[in-house]
């Protein structure tokens, strides 16, 4: 279960992030996951209050886009939807593929609270 | 090409590649409006500050990754990362290449195992400097861990390095380490839809070992070619070679490979060997 490890690097990385910016905390994590990431979204949910407890990014929302699993292919030319062990192009059948899109495992955009009056997101929250 | 670039302002010559150049971030001509003054993830309905990154979630670990893979190309070390699941042959294939190796180059082998020195005790038995890392409940070996590793070599003497890493066909594969290439071993008694099973890992693979081919007259359900077609469909051309560490078959063909891998690096390598590759530990350590 390497999703532990993943998101201590999130958190890292916001956390150096949300310092640099002066902000109090973090509100809001959005990530971009692909199929082909070898990371389960799921576990990395399971995983980020553990990871963040005590940080600048405790308690904020983690939202996880998955993103689709595209394959373009070097025969035909054409870019088609893919299975993660099936990357094979759709519309001629060819292997000589090569992924536009599904391996990601990216961190898109953060938000942060600057102010200490800015409390909207933590009344939600608690 | 103007780029909108989140963290340094709206007009940033970003460079060819749309990249921010002074902090790194993909903002493209698809997303700048975004995050332009104005652009929806500029400022939410609560009024927190929105920042739009774009980057890789391990970051860290593969900056440290790009630091390692700096210091073997300097030294034009070849680094392997073998890969596979526990108790496909890794360590034993080790041993029978240090022992036809081993005249002609100068190998060293980082360990990485959960518990234990028994990998490298077994490499060290064979003459070639073994450094353990025992990563404890880690599952995987990460790009610092390696790097704290290479404090203990000195790679101005060796022309390849194997990272032998934790016996896991999951976690390895998300870590880049700095190596050159990794290879993935598949035993025969693991079955042949093993490429099907673990995609990550066998479409990172540059070279694929069906190790233990010695098995396959008593596992005659383990089809080479099937092996072969699951990693087809993965869009992965890598070659495969049937190799037995113990009877020896097909260890021609991986030492071969093995040697054309060191050419190439070789090649790649600056002229100035001589030079120091700047500070080691610039890369900071293992937190």
Redesign the interface.
């Known amino acids: 279960?390497?999703e532990l490890?993943?998101c201590q690097?999130?958190i890292?990385?916001v956390e150096a992030?949300a310092r640099e910016?002066s902000?109090q905390r973090v509100?809001?994590i959005r990530?971009g996951i692909g199929p082909?990431?070898?990371?389960e979204p799921q576990l990395l949910v399971q995983a980020y209050p553990i990871a963040s407890a005590g940080t600048l990014a405790d308690g904020a929302e983690l939202v996880i886009e998955n993103l689709p699993l595209r394959?373009s292919c070097d025969a035909c030319g054409q870019t088609t939807d893919a299975l993660?062990?099936?990357?094979?192009c759709a519309a001629c059948g060819d292997?000589?593929?090569?992924?536009v899109s599904g391996?990601e495992?990216?961190?898109?955009?953060?938000?942060?609270?600057?102010q200490a009056n800015?409390s909207?997101?933590e009344t939600s929250l608690n | 090409m103007s780029v909108a670039c989140s963290l340094h302002g709206p007009n940033l010559d970003c460079g060819e590649n749309n990249m921010c150049e002074t902090c790194g971030c993909n903002v493209t001509h698809g997303n700048a409006h975004l995050v332009a003054p104005g652009g929806k993830l500029s400022k939410t309905e609560g009024g927190h500050e929105a920042v739009s990154l774009l980057r890789g979630l391990l970051n860290e670990n593969d900056q440290a990754a790009s630091h390692n893979r700096t210091h073997f190309d300097h030294h034009g070390v070849l680094a392997v990362n073998l890969m596979s699941a526990p108790g496909s042959g890794k360590t034993t294939l080790l041993e029978t290449t240090i022992a036809a190796l081993g005249d002609r180059l100068s190998i060293a082998v980082i360990e990485g195992d959960l518990e234990t020195e028994n990998d490298a005790e077994r490499i060290r038995a064979r003459g070639v400097e073994a450094v353990q890392i025992t990563t404890g409940s880690a599952c995987h070996l990460d790009a610092h861990m390696v790097h704290d590793a290479l404090h203990h070599l000195d790679l101005s003497s060796l022309d390849l390095v194997f990272i032998e890493n934790v016996g896991n066909l999951v976690c390895p594969a998300s870590f880049g380490l700095g190596q050159h290439r990794n290879v993935v071993l598949l035993s025969v008694p693991e079955g042949d839809d093993k490429p099907a099973k673990y995609p990550v890992m066998f479409r990172a693979a540059d070279l694929v070992l069906l190790s233990k081919c010695d098995l396959l007259p008593l596992l005659d359900d383990f089809k080479p070619a099937t092996a072969r077609h699951h990693l087809q469909n993965l869009a992965n051309p890598a070659p495969v070679i049937d190799l037995s560490a113990k009877s020896g078959a097909g260890m021609n063909h991986w030492l071969e490979w093995l040697d054309r891998e060191i050419t190439t690096t070789r090649q790649a390598a600056p002229a100035t060997l001589d030079q120091p590759a700047g500070d080691i530990s610039a890369a900071g350590s293992t937190p």
């Open positions: 279960m390497h490890s993943v690097a999130l890292s990385q992030l910016r902000a509100a809001l990530l082909l990431s070898g990371v394959v993660p062990n099936r990357l094979l292997w000589h593929t090569r992924l391996d495992l990216q961190l898109n955009s953060v938000e942060l609270i600057k800015d909207t997101r």
